[in-house]
């Protein structure tokens, strides 16, 4: 997901800004808001500070969104070069059965299915890491270290009252993290702002610029822009 970083140096703050523009069969307020707050609260929760030129800033997210039709979507993505733009498809389901960034880490687009539990599993956190440059641990064993970090993927293997099912070995069936447990971490959110350079106004890009929608199945759409 493109997003912008804005450095206040008076403050001392540095915001992650992101619009989230919805569309699809499943885009309602009500859903768009959910995925927001969650992503906002998430991010925010460490209270994770970085150093930028030899200087600690406060990190701060801010998530906007928008829910539109397909119609208003094909004109907001034509030419598009606004990072902090992402558009973001909401279906019930779609053909690999889970929700995904588009094309790479840091692309602005996804396509993302209500049966995820968008807003209430930290699902769409996690796909707002990846979009923000974030891959999956090397880490898959996080047993005696506590709540993994958000890019923690599915079949991490953690401590039982973290696991889908607390009373099976871990790596069996139920075994596995529940991604409720997930946390966004500090070490996280600094790897966000590895190597990026701001310009003399304070703005640094995050990610990148595909604009490509997709189908309701999650194909990508074929619109020539």
Known sequence: MAALAIRNEQSKIVTISAKLIFYGTQ????????????????????????????????????????????????????????????FIRLEAQNH????????????????????????????????????LGLDHPERYDFRGLGNPGIMAPRGTIVDAHLQWNPAVAAGEYGGTLKPFHRRV?????????????FDPNGYAEIGHLSNVLFTENGDPLNIIF
């Open 96 to 131: 690999v059965t889970r929700s995904f960034m588009g094309f790479g880490l840091g692309d602005n687009v996804g396509h993302w299915i209500t049966s995820d539990n968008l807003g209430d599993s930290t699902t769409a956190a996690h796909e707002f890491g990846h979009a």
């Open 27 to 86: 885009a309602t307020e009500e859903l768009a808001k959910k995925i927001a707050t969650e992503i906002r609260d998430m991010y925010h929760e460490p209270k994770a500070c970085v150093n930028i030129a030899g200087e600690a800033y406060e990190v701060h997210i801010r998530i906007d969104y928008e829910v539109v039709s397909f119609e208003e979507v094909i004109q907001l993505a034509i030419k598009n070069a606004n990072f902090r733009y992402n």
């Open 185 to 197: 971490q500090a070490y996280e959110i600094e790897a966000i702002f590895k190597d990026l350079k």
